[in-house]
């Protein structure tokens, strides 16, 4: 929720208060520069207590409220039957109308099974934007990705309210160039993570759904990030302002024909649901589950997780809860915008985006300039941010990079664990590093991984740059922190 204040300063307001604590530690920024230099660079790589801000990602590392602590205590284990599994299956059948539910242990394992049962060998899988495990899924079992997004979505400085939306028209000319009969099945996915969090509206899910009619073609709608999708359509898109986020989930969710989701994301917990109302496509999946995830009522979840799953999608359907992560990562872009840091606009959902092509446009798109600022920022801050640009993909069979669209740092925005305090101080390091951003050089990898490199990959930097940044910084800041 946003408030104004009396000297005119709007601000967005937490709506409920902390009532656990978890002890942070920022250390000094020379042992910040130790630590990126052990972690190979790779933000994934450093550990926690040396991190002060963990803005690496959304997933997993949300808050859970008191309810659904209390809710983890009556949970049941019982292998087969379990009441934890009904009450999870009752909650998201009543929220999203599938008759259906498939428990996964997270959203990957999800587009697994997905992949493994839809896609073969030779077929497409067109989307709104893919997503890095997405990708990876459909690329091992034989099939190509196609992105169908509209010009607008890759303009990192646009405003287009509805980013993640497909290209309908360029949707149909792929499906009659390659055939409906090669293509494996549609995807769009909510919140489109890789672009910025960018939102799809209601209406452009069914034009979707009326192309996949049209040829006969499964819709598969990946719901990871709807909360963030939910608010952003509640706020920019006419026909829904009066619409319950409860109504505008189940005029989405009706479109699909398998609806997927991680619920390290979706439901403030931790684990991976397949939905659908289609029986045929139940059992053709369902096999896989007992070999990969586990029996049927848990799928590879703690019992306890469920439990907090079904009370967070509950809470999923409260705006107040579902617009706090926006309406902080709509301030902190806002903050840095009036500092002159470029970000991704408009602001979208998971986190606050910045575009590092911009930043740091003296290095080469091949000396990683995301991963570069990434590591920088930490250096600055003690914050971890993603890289999401040509670190995050991978080479092609020759070996040669594969330039990504966009270079972007991603500062993650777990639901409802900053301060307002804390992103302003974020907001500060960011914006010195900005006014020094000529001292950030480039990276190189020292270990590179074949497979989703950005995970466990070590890079070096190409210069002495992280020591320069640090001496600059104390000059700059004196003995603060
Ligand atoms: C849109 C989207 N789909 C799928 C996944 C994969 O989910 P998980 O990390 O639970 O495997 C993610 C995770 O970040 C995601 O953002």
């Given at each position: 929720m946003t408030v104004k204040f009396y000297s005119g300063e709007e601000i967005p307001l937490e709506m409920h208060k902390v009532r656990i604590v978890q002890k942070l530690n920022l250390p000094p920024v020379e042992e910040r520069v130790k630590a990126m230099k052990e972690a190979g660079y790779n933000t994934?790589?450093?550990?926690?207590?040396?991190?002060?801000?963990?803005?690496?990602?959304d997933s997993g590392v949300n808050a859970m409220s008191d309810r659904q602590q209390a809710s983890m205590l009556v949970a049941d284990d019982s292998y087969a039957g379990s009441t934890t599994f009904t009450r999870l299956q009752q909650k998201i059948e009543e929220i999203f109308g599938t008759k259906y539910f498939l428990p996964t242990h997270q959203g990957r394992a999800c587009e697994n099974i997905i992949s493994q049962v839809?896609?073969?060998?030779?077929t497409t899988v067109p989307m709104n934007y893919h997503f890095t495990t997405t990708k990876a899924h459909i690329t091992l079992n034989g099939g190509t990705v196609e992105e169908i997004f509209?010009?607008?979505?890759?303009?990192?400085?646009?405003?287009?309210?509805?980013?993640?939306?497909?290209?309908i028209e360029k949707l149909t000319a792929l499906i009659e160039e390659r055939?409906?009969?090669?293509?494996?099945f549609i995807r769009v996915e909510a919140?489109?993570?890789?672009?910025?969090?960018q939102p799809h509206s209601v209406e452009n899910l069914k034009q979707v759904r009326a192309v996949c009619d049209q040829y006969g073609l499964k819709l598969v709608y990946d719901?990871?990030?709807?909360a963030d999708n939910l608010h952003f359509i509640k706020e920019r898109e006419e026909a829904y302002k009066n619409a319950s986020i409860r109504e505008i989930t189940r005029e989405l969710s009706d479109q699909a024909h398998i609806l997927y989701f991680s619920a390290r994301k979706l439901g403030f917990a931790r684990g991976g649901a397949i939905c659908t109302n289609s029986e045929e496509d139940y059992l053709a999946m369902r096999e896989y589950i007992t070999l990969y995830?586990?029996?049927?009522?848990?799928?590879?979840?703690?019992v306890r997780e469920m439990e907090a799953i079904t009370v967070g999608l509950e809470e999923t359907m409260d705006e107040q809860y579902i617009s706090q992560g926006p309406k902080f990562i709509q301030y902190m872009s806002d903050e840095l915008q009036k500092k002159g840091v470029p970000v991704v606009l408009p602001a979208g959902g998971l986190g606050c985006h910045i575009d590092a092509s911009r930043f740091v446009?003296?290095?080469?798109?091949t000396a990683y300039p995301a991963g570069a600022l990434a590591a920088a920022i930490y250096i600055a801050s003690g914050a971890r941010g993603m890289e999401r640009g040509t670190m995050s993909e991978q080479r092609d069979e020759e070996g040669n990079e594969t330039l990504s669209h966009m270079e972007l740092v991603r500062m993650a925005m777990p639901r409802r664990v900053f301060t307002l305090s804390q992103v302003k101080y974020v907001v500060d390091r960011i914006a010195w590093l900005y006014e020094n951003r000529e001292l950030i050089g480039g990276m190189t990898f020292v270990e590179e991984p074949?497979?989703?490199?950005?995970?466990?990959g070590k890079l070096d930097a190409t210069s002495d740059w992280p020591e320069k940044l640090a001496a600059k910084f104390r000059e700059d800041f004196g003995d603060s922190l």
């Amino acid at each position: 929720m946003t408030v104004k204040f009396y000297s005119g300063e709007e601000i967005p307001l937490e709506m409920h208060k902390v009532r656990i604590v978890q002890k942070l530690n920022l250390p000094p920024v020379e042992e910040r520069v130790k630590a990126m230099k052990e972690a190979g660079y790779n933000t994934f790589l450093l550990q926690n207590q040396d991190v002060y801000m963990d803005m690496l990602t959304d997933s997993g590392v949300n808050a859970m409220s008191d309810r659904q602590q209390a809710s983890m205590l009556v949970a049941d284990d019982s292998y087969a039957g379990s009441t934890t599994f009904t009450r999870l299956q009752q909650k998201i059948e009543e929220i999203f109308g599938t008759k259906y539910f498939l428990p996964t242990h997270q959203g990957r394992a999800c587009e697994n099974i997905i992949s493994q049962v839809f896609v073969k060998p030779g077929t497409t899988v067109p989307m709104n934007y893919h997503f890095t495990t997405t990708k990876a899924h459909i690329t091992l079992n034989g099939g190509t990705v196609e992105e169908i997004f509209e010009d607008e979505a890759l303009n990192l400085e646009s405003t287009e309210l509805f980013k993640g939306n497909m290209d309908i028209e360029k949707l149909t000319a792929l499906i009659e160039e390659r055939g409906a009969d090669k293509i494996a099945f549609i995807r769009v996915e909510a919140g489109t993570n890789l672009i910025g969090g960018q939102p799809h509206s209601v209406e452009n899910l069914k034009q979707v759904r009326a192309v996949c009619d049209q040829y006969g073609l499964k819709l598969v709608y990946d719901i990871s990030l709807l909360a963030d999708n939910l608010h952003f359509i509640k706020e920019r898109e006419e026909a829904y302002k009066n619409a319950s986020i409860r109504e505008i989930t189940r005029e989405l969710s009706d479109q699909a024909h398998i609806l997927y989701f991680s619920a390290r994301k979706l439901g403030f917990a931790r684990g991976g649901a397949i939905c659908t109302n289609s029986e045929e496509d139940y059992l053709a999946m369902r096999e896989y589950i007992t070999l990969y995830e586990g029996f049927l009522t848990y799928g590879g979840m703690s019992v306890r997780e469920m439990e907090a799953i079904t009370v967070g999608l509950e809470e999923t359907m409260d705006e107040q809860y579902i617009s706090q992560g926006p309406k902080f990562i709509q301030y902190m872009s806002d903050e840095l915008q009036k500092k002159g840091v470029p970000v991704v606009l408009p602001a979208g959902g998971l986190g606050c985006h910045i575009d590092a092509s911009r930043f740091v446009p003296h290095l080469d798109q091949t000396a990683y300039p995301a991963g570069a600022l990434a590591a920088a920022i930490y250096i600055a801050s003690g914050a971890r941010g993603m890289e999401r640009g040509t670190m995050s993909e991978q080479r092609d069979e020759e070996g040669n990079e594969t330039l990504s669209h966009m270079e972007l740092v991603r500062m993650a925005m777990p639901r409802r664990v900053f301060t307002l305090s804390q992103v302003k101080y974020v907001v500060d390091r960011i914006a010195w590093l900005y006014e020094n951003r000529e001292l950030i050089g480039g990276m190189t990898f020292v270990e590179e991984p074949k497979v989703l490199r950005f995970f466990f990959g070590k890079l070096d930097a190409t210069s002495d740059w992280p020591e320069k940044l640090a001496a600059k910084f104390r000059e700059d800041f004196g003995d603060s922190l």
